[in-house]
Nanobody, 122 residues
């Protein structure tokens, strides 16, 4: 059993900052990619930022230069520092991770957090 626990969402004015945190726990063997997606009202879920276990990172074009993803492999955590927030950043942010569990080390599965709401007011 694997769980992803998220924290840090909230309401902020445009130009402000928020920091999201996510911790993976449970019967974890290895974690490959960790990161964040978001889903705005009426839109499909989209990748915001992701990082591999080798510290390679990727960002959506819309957040480059404003968001920074960081990961602690020892703690199985991933954070997203969001600066210069815009109203279009509003949405539910989901942590995700590609994990091999101790019960099934041959297969990698994707796990999702429950989502945390980020609202940016203009």
């Amino acid at each position: 059993q694997v769980q992803l626990g998220e924290s840090g969402g909230g309401l902020v004015q445009a130009g402000g900052s928020l920091r999201l945190s996510c911790a993976a726990s449970g019967s974890i063997f290895t974690i490959n990619t960790m990161g964040w997606h978001r889903q705005a009202p009426g839109k499909q879920r989209e990748l915001v930022a992701g990082t591999t276990s080798g510290d390679s990172v990727a960002y959506a074009d819309s957040v480059k230069g404003r968001f920074t993803i960081s990961r602690d492999n020892a703690k199985n955590t991933v954070d997203l520092q969001m600066n210069s927030l815009k109203p279009e950043d509003t949405g539910v942010y989901y942590c995700y991770a590609r994990i091999r569990t101790r019960d099934d080390i041959r297969n990698e599965n994707i796990y999702w957090g429950q989502g945390t709401q980020v609202t940016v007011s203009s």
